[in-house]
């Protein structure tokens, strides 16, 4: 055997193997870990408390999401709602695809948004992790949701923002302590 296509084998597995993977060790690292912190916001004139955590995890292909949040309702009920998401690096530097569902050939795939599905990614700047969602409601409205979490000294700082339209509808900010 020759040794130019053990040379082309040796290439192919550092340009799909181990390059992706140290590309994902640089943007996930710093994040992994589990957050919780809780913020005061007023929608609609009326002043609201909601508790928050999330848990960032490394997975073999990527990283799962995972995040509660619990609403304090005025009249004394709570509303609690959990989130789990997988990512995968997508062929973009530092942008992550969600990986929600399986196609035919059992690869994990981001849902459809024509078919009232979100579409969700993932992206690294600096020391902000971003996670978009894309709605379309049988309109053909959309709704953005964003979710900014900032490295800081003992946490992340959290920005959310939902938009309808190009509107914004609701932001909320926080401080998220590391928990472990």
Same mark, same amino acid.
């Given at each position: 055997?020759?040794?130019?296509?053990?040379?082309?084998?040796?290439?192919?597995?550092?340009?799909? &193997? +181990?390059?992706?993977? %140290?590309?994902?060790?640089?943007?996930?690292? !710093?994040?992994?870990?589990?957050?919780?912190?809780?913020?005061?916001?007023?929608?609609?004139?009326?002043?609201?408390? *909601? @508790?928050?955590?999330?848990?960032?995890?490394?997975?073999?292909?990527?990283?799962?999401?995972?995040?509660?949040? &619990?609403?304090?309702?005025? #009249?004394?009920?709570?509303?609690?709602?959990?989130?789990?998401?997988?990512? +995968?690096?997508?062929?973009?530097?530092?942008?992550?695809?969600?990986?929600?569902?399986?196609?035919?050939?059992?690869?994990?795939?981001?849902?459809?948004?024509?078919?009232?599905?979100?579409? &969700?990614?993932?992206?690294?700047? #600096?020391? /902000? =992790?971003? +996670?978009?969602?894309?709605?379309?409601?049988?309109?053909?409205?959309?709704? &953005?949701?964003?979710?900014? !979490? /900032?490295? %800081? #000294?003992?946490?992340?700082?959290? +920005? =959310?923002? *939902?938009?309808?339209?190009?509107?914004?509808? !609701?932001?909320?900010?926080?401080?998220?302590?590391?928990? @472990?």
């Amino acid at each position: 055997m020759s040794i130019f296509p053990r040379f082309l084998r040796s290439l192919f597995v550092l340009a799909f &193997v +181990v390059i992706p993977s %140290i590309g994902l060790a640089e943007g996930i690292d !710093r994040f992994i870990g589990k957050y919780a912190g809780h913020a005061d916001y007023v929608t609609d004139g009326v002043a609201q408390k *909601r @508790d928050m955590s999330v848990a960032i995890e490394k997975t073999k292909a990527g990283f799962l999401l995972t995040w509660v949040s &619990v609403s304090y309702k005025s #009249d004394g009920r709570t509303k609690e709602k959990t989130y789990s998401i997988e990512f +995968v690096p997508s062929s973009r530097e530092n942008i992550y695809q969600s990986a929600m569902k399986s196609n035919l050939f059992g690869k994990a795939v981001p849902l459809d948004p024509l078919a009232g599905e979100p579409f &969700v990614w993932a992206r690294f700047e #600096d020391d /902000t =992790f971003s +996670v978009y969602s894309l709605f379309i409601d049988e309109s053909g409205a959309y709704e &953005v949701q964003e979710f900014h !979490r /900032t490295l %800081i #000294d003992g946490g992340l700082d959290l +920005v =959310f923002l *939902r938009m309808r339209d190009g509107e914004t509808e !609701r932001e909320i900010r926080t401080t998220l302590q590391r928990l @472990d």
